[in-house]
């Protein structure tokens, strides 16, 4: 079993709707989560970063934790055709884990006008 | 602010040779890891550097090997290269010492044939 499972997807779906992206993981010495948008032939670009249970907004952008189930997700309010990517979670432990971040499979995410 | 710089952005090498990555980080980042993306394995971790001693490594074998320059930027190398190295190669920067957030190059494709 992979440390972190993120629902492959591809999810379509029309603009303007909004997207919810879900990763579950089993260690529990993950503290730290992002959340990273891919273009093809591109690197990850950071879209949302945090350490905490709960919810973390930015614009259009919702990320939210919850440790006691080992569940996070990533919304996108009214999505729009340039947010048509690869989306991946990625989780770090801190401590002598320096700089690894476990990444999930990433799901591929198509918003049509 | 520039981003993470890699060079080259696309490589061709035959089976056998060794091959060298250059990846300048953000300006005041000291920490940089490296990180192998393929369609079947996704993003797995390779090593990670801080102040010119690597401090972390993933379960790659010896052939892959990194340092890193007191100016921060860091270089890998992969010697006697085999097909299955063909991947799309990325650095990112971090700007602390203890686990923070992680900002991605643009990534090396290297090909092997």
């Known amino acids: 079993q992979k440390e972190v499972e993120q629902d492959p997807g591809p999810l379509s779906v029309p603009e303007g709707a909004i997207v919810s992206l879900n990763c579950t993981y089993s260690?529990?010495?993950?503290?730290?989560f992002m959340w990273y948008r891919q273009y093809s032939r591109k690197g990850p670009e950071l879209l949302m970063y945090?350490?905490?249970?709960g919810n973390k907004e930015d614009g259009r952008f919702t990320a939210q934790v919850d440790k006691s189930s080992k569940y996070i997700s990533l919304f996108i309010r009214d999505s729009q055709p340039s947010d048509s990517a690869t989306y991946l979670c990625?989780?770090?432990?801190?401590?002598?884990?320096?700089?690894?971040?476990?990444f999930g499979q990433g799901t591929i995410l198509t918003v049509h006008p | 602010k520039a981003g993470v710089t890699q060079t080259p952005r696309y490589l061709i090498k035959t089976r056998g040779q060794q091959v060298t990555l250059s990846c300048s980080p953000i300006?005041?980042?000291?920490?940089v890891s490296w990180y192998q993306q393929t369609p079947g394995q996704g993003l797995q971790f390779l090593f990670e550097?801080?102040?010119?001693?690597?401090?972390n490594k993933g379960n790659f074998p010896g052939r892959f090997s990194g340092r890193q320059f007191s100016n921060s930027r860091s270089e890998m190398n992969v010697s006697t290269l085999e097909l299955g190295d063909s991947a799309l190669y990325l650095c990112?920067?971090?700007?602390?010492?203890?686990?923070?957030?992680?900002?991605f190059g643009q990534g090396t494709r290297l090909t092997v044939v």
């Open positions: 990112a920067s971090s700007p602390k010492q203890g686990f923070t957030e992680a900002f």
């Open positions: 260690n529990s010495a993950f503290q730290y």
């Open positions: 945090t350490y905490s249970s």
């Open positions: 990625a989780m770090g432990a801190g401590g002598t884990s320096y700089g690894k971040l476990t």
């Open positions: 300006s005041g980042h000291r920490s």
């Open positions: 550097y801080f102040s010119e001693t690597q401090r």
